[in-house]
């Protein structure tokens, strides 16, 4: 699929000129659940407007690209029920192919005396120990840190793909940049930043570009993504194969308690 094979499913969003606060409160006030965190669901800003015609004439409008599948295989829309889940808003989520569970467990940090059964009761917290789990899921091995991002950094994805493996790594980060990290033996490949694709770095930039036009993105083109998250693992998706879902986050599961971490 070539960049001009497909038009990006575009989508425009009103943003009124007053506080987020008076919008929060009216969206509780009506019984909307909304979060103090993170951007405005578009449906919960649409209704504050057919409430308020009269700020309707001060409001600006700004247009996004939402990645959506274009052949087949894992899409954005797969991923619809993370934002609802325990992940949060920082989590990542590595994908290893060549090492098995404890292996990739002590290549993320983990010394044996941590790893042990994870269960409902563990969390990561402030300066105590950070939690992974890890399964099986066909060839590949799926690390998920809560509230970590071990798995996105550099010499972590080195070390978990080194000895001609792959690594694939997707960072959530509500407060920070999104990371989508592709790397082989030993070697990063591409990083990509989910919400502007545009920005790729590594070795070879442009090795997932036919993956991002097959999710309605044009690599070429300085666009915002609207669904950064699902389309950063629908990537991931294309590249390994795998699609992970609620199921996969059941526990007990095999994982570590990593000792004096800390965010």
Known sequence: MSDADFTPLRVTYRVPRLGRTQILDWARANG???????????????AFFAAHPEILEQASTFEMVRATARTPGASPEDYAWQEESRLGGIYT???VRGLDEHEALRRLGAADENIRLIDDGDYTYPEGPQIITVRRIGDWTVAIEDCGWRG?????LDALSHDGGEAVAVLRHDYAQHHVAYAVDGRLITDINPGFPIHRQGADPDRLNRH???LGIDPAADDSIDNPIPAALALAGRITGI???????????????IP????
Do not use: C, D, K, N
């Open 260 to 263: 004096g971490s800390s965010f």
């Open 212 to 214: 991002l036009r097959e």
């Open 93 to 95: 989520i590595s994908f």
């Open 152 to 156: 996105a950094q550099r010499e972590t």
């Open 32 to 46: 909307y659940l909304v979060s103090g965190r993170g951007r405005m669901a578009p449906e919960v800003t649409e």
């Open 243 to 257: 699609v992970v879902t609620p199921q996969h986050l059941r526990r007990p599961v095999l994982g570590a308690a």
